[in-house]
Nanobody, 115 residues
Framework: QVQLLESGGGLVQAGGSLRLSCAAS????????MGWYRQAPGKQRELVAT???????NYADSVKGRFTISGDNAKSTVYLQMSSLKPEDTAVYYC?????????WGQGTQVTVSS
């Protein structure tokens, strides 16, 4: 079982920056994927970015060049540095992990970007 604890959401003006953190606890193993999804009101949950324990990354086209995902394997923690934020980035951001073939989700953290 893996538990994911998110932090770092909040309110920011357009063009600003925020950093999200997600710490995993439990039996995550040595080979895993962690990352972030988001869900805006009335929309489906969508991929933002993921990173594997080997350092491979994947980004949604809408955030490429603005968001950077990074990880600390020793701490089982993943970070999402968000820059040049836009109002359309407003959503609940969910931390995600896939470990031993199982998906795990955090409780979500609200990110609101004002225009």
């Amino acid at each position: 079982q893996v538990q994911l604890l998110e932090s770092g959401g909040g309110l920011v003006q357009a063009g600003g920056s925020l950093r999200l953190s997600c710490a995993a606890s439990g039996s995550i193993g040595r080979a895993y994927t962690m990352g972030w999804y988001r869900q805006a009101p009335g929309k489906q949950r969508e991929l933002v970015a993921t990173i594997t324990s080997y350092g491979g990354t994947n980004y949604a086209d809408s955030v490429k060049g603005r968001f950077t995902i990074s990880g600390d394997n020793a701490k089982s923690t993943v970070y999402l540095q968000m820059s040049s934020l836009k109002p359309e980035d407003t959503a609940v951001y969910y931390c995600y992990s896939n470990s031993f073939g199982y998906d795990y989700w955090g409780q979500g953290t609200q990110v609101t970007v004002s225009s």
